[in-house]
Structure formats: structure tokens, C-alpha cells
């Protein structure tokens, strides 16, 4: 198990070797989205990229949520709004393709949203980031 920033964990693990990375309830948290061209490398052809996160309306409305620390003092957490255009937007530029977007909830209100992105299938060497050694 490893404990890294979202920003840097690609460089502790081998390229290339997930088929599915998860961020559940992460972007709402960061100050800023992360870079996804970092977090593609991760992703297997073929692979996928889930994100789920909060409505960014009711990020907007309600920035502040109440969260235990490890030693159980309660501490309040400060959120950012996500707008799921946005994440779209950057994992596409970051080489991934949509496969869908949805929104969680009811039909008067909107809890949350899940975007999920497919790995290029057919990625040769040739095309694979340099600089870093293949998982072998």
C-alpha cells in the first residue's frame, strides 16, 4: 500500500498495469484537478478511468463537510466544486476517451455524478511516455 499524493504516485508504480484507477470523492478535495496525463500512464490498454464526486452545486452550497481526524477530534473539510465537464474535458486531452457520464440521485436532486473514461486499446511502444522503464 502506498501513501502519495495523487500527483506524484504514478512515478512509484509500473505503467501501464491497472485496468480500472478509481477517484472516488478526490477531485472535491484537491485545491486544483490533477494532471491527467500522469494518471493515464497508469491505466492498462484498454483499461478504465472511474471518477465519482460530488455535484458541484451542493459542493458550491455546502463547501464545508465534518470529518474525523485518526484521532477521532473532528475537524472540518474543505471542498472544491467539480464541474464534470471540466474532468471531461482534461481526461480527453489526456489521450482517454468517454464512455459515459451520468448523474446520481432523483429526478429533483442531484447528489452526485460518475464519469467514466476508456484507455486507448491498441497503444504501441512507440507511443508508450518515455522516461520510465515498462513493468516487467
Known amino acids: 500500500m502506498y ?23 478526490v477531485l472535491s478535495s484537491m485545491p486544483q484537478l490533477p494532471d491527467f496525463s500522469q494518471l493515464t500512464t497508469l491505466i492498462a490498454p484498454g483499461g478504465r478511468l472511474i471518477i465519482a464526486d460530488i455535484n458541484p452545486i451542493y459542493t458550491a452550497d455546502h463547501p464545508y463537510y465534518k470529518a474525523a481526524a485518526t484521532d477521532g477530534t473532528v475537524v472540518a473539510m474543505r471542498t472544491c466544486p467539480v464541474q464534470p465537464l471540466e474532468v471531461a474535458t482534461r481526461a480527453q486531452e489526456a489521450g482517454l476517451q468517454l ?38
Open 99 to 136: 464512455s459515459e457520464m451520468n448523474q446520481i440521485g432523483s429526478e429533483t436532486i442531484s447528489y452526485s455524478f460518475i464519469v467514466t473514461f476508456l484507455s486507448p486499446a491498441g497503444e504501441t511502444e512507440a507511443q508508450a511516455p518515455q522516461g520510465r522503464a515498462r513493468p516487467g
Open 3 to 25: 501513501l502519495e499524493d495523487i500527483n506524484t504516485i504514478h512515478t512509484r508504480l509500473p505503467i501501464r498495469s491497472y485496468d480500472v484507477v478509481l477517484l472516488n470523492l
